[in-house]
């Protein structure tokens, strides 16, 4: 399973990029997808999460309200529109799949893809 993340940039604050991951395998529909994000000298963080369904979605303290996570099965693919950028939310982006139920967990995730930058200017 290979995830390829893209999307990201140099973007101003307040703007509203869109980050796509996009998955090789046919059985896509059948992982949790999530992102996760790490900012220069910081752990690791959770953005957001969505069942296979799309029924479900999750979202970080960081992303509530602003981030937007959606998914197409048909096209393999999540996405996720970032609005109202700021300064802090620059970080790589990364992308995960996985079966696990533990959504907000790095450990629940198998696939991981090699992440997207994306900077924010003030």
């Known amino acids: 399973v290979q995830l390829q993340a893209s999307g990201g940039g140099l973007v101003q604050a307040g703007g509203s990029p869109r980050l796509s991951c996009a998955v090789s395998?046919?059985?896509?529909?059948?992982?949790?997808m999530g992102w996760f994000r790490r900012a220069p000298g910081k752990e690791r963080e959770f953005v957001a999460a969505?069942?296979?369904?799309?029924?479900?979605?999750y979202y970080g303290d960081s992303a509530k309200g602003r981030f937007t996570i959606a998914r197409d099965n048909a096209k393999n693919t999540v996405y996720m529109q970032m609005n109202s950028l700021k300064p802090e939310d620059t970080a790589v982006y990364y992308c995960?799949?996985?079966?696990?139920?533990?959504?907000?967990?790095?450990?629940?995730?198998?696939?991981w893809g090699q992440g997207t930058l994306v900077t924010v200017s003030s």
């Open positions: 995960a799949a996985g079966p696990g139920v533990r959504v907000r967990e790095p450990n629940e995730y198998d696939y």
């Open positions: 395998k046919r059985t896509f529909s059948m992982y949790r």
């Open positions: 969505i069942t296979w369904s799309g029924g479900d979605t």
